[in-house]
């Protein structure tokens, strides 16, 4: 006499809740179920069209403000940041004439050293 049908499954032979073999669940899947439930109890708020739209004008805003603090037109060192010139020799930024006008000529100003960038990189220590 038995009490279990031979086609439904024994109690001890279902799998667990995490399954085995090809029921176990993807590594996306369980990231996916952590990241939704951390969501949840947080309470976080999904934010509307309007907020979203917000928010990227602002950002845009910023983006458009930086630019305009930067001027594009300077060539800039490429050690120290200082802007370009071939004037005053001890200063920052400052370039032999010619290598200036032979670079502007190659467009290849963005990959100058000024002259302190330059020594600097050969080891020499300047004071001023």
Request: glycine share 10%.
């Amino acid at each position: 006499a038995r009490d279990a049908s031979p086609s439904a499954p024994s109690p001890s032979l279902s799998p667990p809740a995490d399954g085995v073999g090809p029921t176990v669940p993807m590594r996306g899947d369980v990231y996916l179920g952590r990241q939704l439930a951390a969501a949840a109890a947080a309470g976080a708020r999904t934010r509307t069209p309007e907020e979203d739209a917000e928010r990227r004008r602002r950002r845009k805003e910023k983006r458009r403000a930086l630019a305009k603090k930067m001027p594009s037109g300077v060539a800039c060192c490429y050690g120290c940041g200082a802007p370009l010139h071939t004037g005053e020799e001890g200063s920052p930024g400052h370039v032999e004439p010619a290598t200036y006008d032979l670079k502007k000529r190659h467009n290849q100003l963005k990959t100058v050293l000024c002259r302190r960038c330059k020594l600097l990189s050969h080891g020499r220590c300047l004071t001023k």
